[in-house]
């Protein structure tokens, strides 16, 4: 199958580069051109022709003893006028006047016989231009015009006018960097997803690169998903294959005169059914089809407290008599009967607290066991971890009852916080939220 030739992801991000910097130079070189030829307004370059052509006329058609005066006479607010004998020393010619130059020539072409010289004032004053006209004797004229938008005026303006389209366009560059770049967002939010235990198939799509990543991406979920479940089938067959023996071993004990013998392998046996169940509850995991129902939190706790009271275990209920929620019933069940469990193995008795917060639920299980040391709290919540130092060593199970709570209260959304008590002992806090976890 033939695919279409693509640029790979740098080279769409230097093409896009390029084109608004070159589209950007010219629109910019346009505007500055633009600027140039219309440096000052016509009216304007009008008024100073006819206001130059008058005083040109005016003052040299006077004898010289009369001119400082008539000079005076045609000054103006905006524009001052003085006559001199003098050549003026020579000036540079600012840039933007060049144009006006040109615009107060083209418009009154009597000016043109004698020299005209227009500059800034100073280089800090960019609204006042000063020049000098040439009379027909070898005199000069000097003016002063005040006002005028010109120096940092018409650079303002030009650096305005370019500014325009290069905001827009690197707000387009911007754009289409964004629509190139898309599909590793999408994959980004997909890796989030799958770390939460979905299954999501990624579009291939976007620049070579990308797609080749997006390619691999779902490779590697496949390789997973088919890893843990073969190993999930292959240990819940040979969980299946171990109860079988068991039962066997049951029944001869039963068939058993020897008590003893019966209560030591019927707490074996249960130990080794407990176990298979803890290593199959955790490796199902995010594979558990289980929906999120409406369930009354509180009495499913106050239950699981009166089931446990009833086995003899010295345990209380402190919460609301109601306390709805939208979670999966059986995980979150299995989840505080651990915590529960965790509580009575390590302690003598067990506290359970339901909070109700808005929005929210916090249960809390605390017992008067002898707490984990705090460099070790993280570590508990890994599968198959047992901290013998802290606790007893005669315990039962694999290590895997707070990590299949850490599994299950993640799924719904929350957290498991572990901390000691100042008054000795193991706080374990469940907070989840009262609505379902959205599912994408």
Known sequence: MLTRPSLGLLGRIVAIILLTVTIEFAA?????????????????????????????????????????????????????????????????????????????????PKLADGELHLQLASPGRHDIVVGELALPDGTWIHFKMHGLVTGWGLQLNRIILALVPAIALAVLGGLLVRMTLRPLKTLGEAAKRIGQGERVDVREEGPREVRNLIRAFNRMQDQINRMMTDRTQALAAVGHDLRTPLARLQLRIDGSSDRDLQETSEADIGEMEEMISSVLAYLAGDADPETPVRIDVAVLIATLVDDFTDHGHAIS?????????????????????????????????????????????????????????????????????????????????????????????????????????????????ILISKQPVRQQ
Do not use: C
Not at 93 to 103: F, I, S, T, Y
Not at 376 to 396: G, M, Q, Y
């Open 28 to 108: 910019s070189t346009l505007l500055y051109e633009r600027a140039g030829e219309f440096s000052i307004k016509e009216d304007e370059a009008r008024r100073l022709a006819e206001h130059l052509v008058i005083v040109q006329r005016l003052i040299g058609d006077r004898p010289p003893a009369e001119r400082p005066m008539i000079a005076r006479y045609l000054s103006t607010d905006r524009y001052s006028v003085h006559w001199q004998r003098e050549v003026p020393g020579p000036r540079p010619l600012a840039a933007e006047l060049g144009n006006m130059r040109d615009q107060v020539v083209e418009w009154e």
């Open 317 to 429: 209920y402190q919460g609301p008599d109601h306390l709805e929620a939208t979670l999966r019933a059986n995980g979150f069940k299995r989840a505080i009967s651990n915590l529960i469990e965790n509580a009575l193995r390590y302690g003598d008795t067990a506290d359970v607290i339901v909070v109700d917060w808005p929005g929210s639920i916090a249960v809390r299980v605390e017992d008067n066991g002898p707490g984990i040391p705090p460099e070790a709290l993280a570590d508990v919540l890994k599968p198959f971890i047992r901290l013998d130092s802290a606790r007893s060593r005669n315990t039962k199970g694999l290590g895997l009852g707070l990590a299949v709570v850490s599994q299950m209260v993640e799924r719904e959304g929350g957290t498991l916080r572990l901390a000691n008590r100042a008054q000795g002992g193991l706080r374990a806090e």
